[in-house]
T-cell receptor, first 111, second 108 residues
């Protein structure tokens, strides 16, 4: 069974479009995250939710809107996509311990 | 502010030992993490240090000195499959702050 899953795995779209990425974890964790990994492989946190409540928002443009319908799901919606949004987006979750478990990533390409 | 430094790239030979260093300056500290990331894949958790000293886990060990803001990951008996990026991360205020990663190339 996949612990943290994301869909889609690949997303190719044009500038100006709106797209969503979905994430689900079956680990029973309370906290979920979205990270962005750019072309230089730098992994940076974007958002964190704990029990459906937003606890971290790392100065991400408000074109990015996370939504957590329940503590097992954290989706990411992106409006008006720009070229600079091209990256790999990772979802992650953590429980009582501090270690985080990452999903397989969604490679977003904006043309 | 947050600053985490690691070497960009290292090379080693199969069967050898390699040490990947990480220095950090962060405004909060909940622990030091090491992750492994193979090309095109997700980061996977390797180790966690919250107290000073050495944590050993099979072929991998991680060391922490909080007073020096320093950690290292030690990989023994290197295998070709250990070729990957190794990410140092500091737990700080409910989040992980990652370094830029060290790309390790293991050759036969």
């Amino acid at each position: 069974d996949t612990a943290v899953s994301q869909t889609p795995k690949y997303l190719v779209t044009q500038m100006g479009n709106d797209k969503s990425i979905k994430c689900e974890q079956n680990l029973g964790h309370d906290t979920m995250y979205w990270y962005k990994q750019d072309s230089k492989k730098f992994l940076k946190i974007m958002f964190s939710y704990n029990n459906k409540e937003l606890i971290i928002n790392e100065t991400v443009p408000n074109r990015f809107s996370p939504k957590s319908p329940d503590k097992a799901h954290l989706n990411l919606h992106i409006n008006s996509l720009e070229l600079g949004d091209s990256a790999v987006y990772f979802c992650a979750s953590s429980g009582v311990g501090y270690e985080q478990y990452f999903g397989p990533g969604t490679r977003l390409t904006v043309t | 502010g947050q600053n985490i430094d690691q070497p960009t790239e290292m090379t080693a030979t199969e069967g050898a030992i390699v040490q990947i260093n990480c220095t950090y300056q962060t405004s909060g500290f909940n622990g030091l993490f090491w992750y492994q990331q193979h090309a095109g894949e997700a980061p996977t958790f390797l180790s966690y240090n919250v107290l000073d000293g050495l944590e050993e886990k099979g072929r991998f060990s991680s060391f922490l000195s909080r007073s020096k803001g320093y950690s290292y990951l030690l990989l023994k008996e290197l295998q070709m499959k250990d070729s990957a990026s190794y990410l140092c991360a500091v737990g700080s205020f409910q989040k992980l702050v990652f370094g830029t990663g060290t790309r390790l190339l293991v050759s036969p």
